[in-house]
């Protein structure tokens, strides 16, 4: 039995995980997974770097700001997408005199992390909405905060993920638009990272561990099924969970979809050098 760790969020995006344990996928593949809840790629990277995690959840952006700054870290799964029919992410407010994006210039807006895919997109879906981008301050707010933020008006609008963006419409917060996929749909943003040197050295291992979550990736074409493995592993209710957008996985994602991530963060001023796409999406 390998036993692996793995940093991920605990959200509908990354319920492939619960899937894959609870449908007993890694066990048969003679995995014992210990699932660590963390706030990002943002943590999850330097972990992975530190060896005390041996795979993790990332997003686009903290897969390029690694390879960036020197660290190598490849996906072995990149796998999560949303459309315009069915997206995960939204731009949340309650204040009543914010209808649009151009309504948040001058005011505070959050996003989960800084730097990363929804920082990105937020700033250019705020473009977009002809706001100035200059005058608006980001924060820093973990999805699970960010209706409380709203509620004590600390911040104008949030970059929210499911399920909180159906429980704050539930409480009165209103969707002014969908900062992913009004910029770019479909849109592959997320998946499953490694160090490359672990990968290297331990192909047998990722193997298995890709083929326990393919499993569940399988499962995942009947939403049905996601929605009961959220149902199962969260205390959303069942009202939410019937009603909240979840998006797609695919097993195939090409690594030419992170060209989008590569101008986007060169737009950003985050990424100048050259990426090599060749080894950003390991295949055994």
Do not use: C
Request: charged share 25%.
């Amino acid at each position: 039995m390998t036993k692996l760790r793995v940093g991920y969020l605990p959200i509908g995006v990354y319920s492939y995980f619960w899937r894959a344990r609870d449908a007993g996928y890694f066990k048969e593949e003679n995995i014992e997974i210990e699932l660590v809840p963390m706030a990002g790629g943002g943590q999850i990277i330097p972990a992975l770097q530190s060896g005390s995690l041996e795979f993790g959840i990332s997003d686009a952006l903290g897969v390029l700001n690694a390879r960036n700054g020197g660290i190598p870290v490849t996906y072995v799964s990149f796998n999560f997408q949303q459309t315009a029919d069915d997206p995960v992410h939204a731009v949340l407010t309650m204040d009543p005199n914010i209808k649009s994006g151009a309504d948040l210039a001058g005011k505070d807006v959050a996003t989960n992390l800084s730097y990363n895919t929804d920082w990105t997109m937020m700033r250019e879906w705020l473009r977009q909405q002809k706001a100035d981008v200059d005058s608006i301050t980001f924060k820093e707010i973990p999805f699970p905060d960010m209706l409380a933020a709203l509620r004590s008006k600390t911040i104008a609008a949030v970059g929210a993920t499911e399920p909180f963006v159906t429980l704050g419409e539930a409480e009165g917060a209103r969707v002014i638009g969908h900062y992913f996929t009004d910029v770019k749909s479909p849109i592959v943003l997320s998946g499953v990272t490694a160090m490359l040197p672990y990968v290297q050295e331990n192909p047998e291992i990722v193997k298995r561990f890709v083929r326990a979550i393919n499993r569940a990736i399988d499962d995942f074409q009947d939403p049905a099924i996601v929605r009961e493995t959220i149902a199962a592993n969260t205390k959303i209710p069942a009202s939410v969970v019937s009603k909240m957008n979840i998006g797609e996985w695919k097993k195939d994602a090409p690594p030419e979809s992170i060209q989008f991530w590569i101008d986007a963060a060169k737009k950003e001023g985050i990424l100048t050098d050259a990426v090599d796409l060749n080894d950003i999406i390991w295949k055994p």
